[in-house]
């Protein structure tokens, strides 16, 4: 099979149509919750990404486990693709029903089943979205830390091992799930993983399938981990003469040893478009928005010594609040980012792409990135979670404009080559998808790639959970 985008548009294999048997057991099954008119099939037939939309032939709103089941074992029987769907807002073409098939939707399947603070954990149902927990955990003391963003479901942030602004603190959703139920390719419901903060038996299932994608099994419900509420929190905004001296800030921050819970970068184009998007008056320079976790005394301390570091590289500037609102108000800017830049040019599209390089190179990896986009004209924005090498670059296209894709294409060519050259990785958390898949076997190698085309070949001989992703 191969695979290959034109403005937008995607090829990933041929298409496997819906066999008429399997249609009549799904309708029969499902009823009303089997859908197959044009606009529900192509809502779910898109995500964030700028490929065009690729509609599943049928979708299903799975209620249960159970539902999840019958759904997978039918499919398997008819070789008929499955692709789980969740929120939809994923970056990479994860949700493109490239060969046809059914989308199984599990955004009902919404149900948080049991919190417990002490213990600090939640078990939830894959549909559940992160502020949805967060909001239902609010008054316990404790909080979920995996912050993408968007307002991702559980299922959606284990599928591409989602991280985000807390990341470099609290970990990704890899070091904040301790077990799973899930459904395999051919309808057998297994059971990953324990409530144990570690263990040696066995195989580790969980975090195989955290990050496969769907591509392996899907996800059901899980056990998170949830974190204590600190004592205080501080937020500041520090503004920069460079990207290259927040960048450094961020490093010497972290090689300190200060434990700073979020340290995010937004380059001046970034900066403005936030301004124009949120109606705020930030200095429309390079940026640092750091956050600190802990004792009131802690807290004060730690960001005294962050200020101090930031000044000797030339940071000024600098607004330090506490209050929950203003705090609220910036973060909620920062995460916005995607549709301010989007504003920037209305009527298109962003193509973004994401990579992560060790801490040391990152200073370099964004100065000659930045240079590239200058060169070649793209209208981009730059920001990520520096404090663990994550960066992102959101270019505006029109996606029908084969020029302007073409030379998007070749920029994230050289952005992912430029990466792994230096110790990183083509994706620190959109995860590969459609779009970065070519670049496995430069990241991991032929053998690598491999293995991982064997387990899938293991657990899904019949290639019906989203095919076309990750491998052909």
Request: hydrophobic share 40%.
């Amino acid at each position: 099979m191969s695979s290959s985008s034109v403005a937008g548009a995607v090829v990933a294999g041929q298409k496997r149509p819906l066999a008429p048997a399997a249609a009549a057991a799904l309708s029969e099954r499902f009823g009303d919750r089997y859908v197959t008119s044009d606009a529900v099939r192509e809502h779910h037939g898109r995500d964030e990404s700028a490929y065009d939309i690729t509609p599943p032939d049928a979708v299903i709103f799975a209620h249960s486990t159970e539902d999840v089941a019958f759904t997978l074992a039918l499919a398997n029987q008819h070789s008929v693709p499955v692709i789980a769907y969740g929120a939809g807002s994923s970056l990479e073409g994860h949700l493109l029903a490239v060969q046809g098939g059914i989308c199984l939707d599990l955004s009902r399947m919404n149900n948080i089943l049991e919190v417990d603070a002490a213990e600090g954990i939640a078990v939830v149902e894959a549909g559940v979205t992160r502020k949805q927990l967060n909001e239902h955990i609010r008054q316990e003391g404790v909080f979920f830390s995996v912050d993408p963003g968007a307002d991702a479901t559980i299922g959606g942030m284990i599928a591409t091992r989602a991280s985000g602004t807390n990341a470099v603190r609290y970990g990704t959703m890899r070091e904040n799930v301790l077990s799973l139920t899930a459904v395999t390719a051919s309808g057998e419901i297994i059971h990953t993983g324990t409530r144990a903060r570690k263990s040696s038996a066995g195989y580790d299932l969980t975090h195989l399938l955290v990050g496969s994608e769907g591509t392996l099994a899907i996800v059901t419900q899980a056990v998170v981990k949830l974190r204590p509420v600190p004592e205080a929190s501080s937020v500041a905004v520090g503004h920069f003469p460079d990207v290259d001296a927040a960048v450094r800030t961020a490093s010497e921050i972290i090689q300190y040893g200060l434990p700073i819970a979020r340290c995010e970068l937004l380059d001046e184009m970034t900066v403005m478009a936030v301004n124009r998007y949120s109606k705020l008056t930030l200095l429309e320079q390079p940026m640092l928005l750091m956050e600190f976790h802990g004792s009131e005394t802690s807290v004060a301390e730690q960001a005294a010594v962050a200020e101090e570091i930031a000044k000797q590289n030339g940071g000024e500037e600098f607004r330090w609040t506490k209050l929950p609102e203003e705090r609220t108000k910036l973060w909620s800017a920062r995460h916005n980012a995607y549709f301010a830049t989007l504003q920037l040019r209305p009527g298109c599209r962003v193509f973004s792409t994401d990579a992560c390089v060790p801490i040391s190179k990152l200073a370099q990896c964004i100065a000659e990135t930045r240079a590239d986009l200058s060169a070649n004209g793209i209208l981009a924005t730059v920001l990520g979670h520096v404090g663990d090498g994550n960066f992102h670059v959101s270019m505006v296209l029109d996606p029908t404009n084969q020029k302007e894709w073409e030379t998007c294409e070749q920029f994230n060519d050289r952005l992912v080559h430029r990466a792994i050259a230096m110790g990183g990785t083509c994706t620190g958390e959109h995860g590969v998808g459609l779009h970065k898949k070519r670049f496995l076997e430069a990241e991991h190698g032929k053998q690598a790639v491999g293995v991982m085309r064997a387990l899938k070949r293991t657990m899904d001989p019949n290639n019906i959970l989203n095919p076309g992703k990750i491998f052909d």
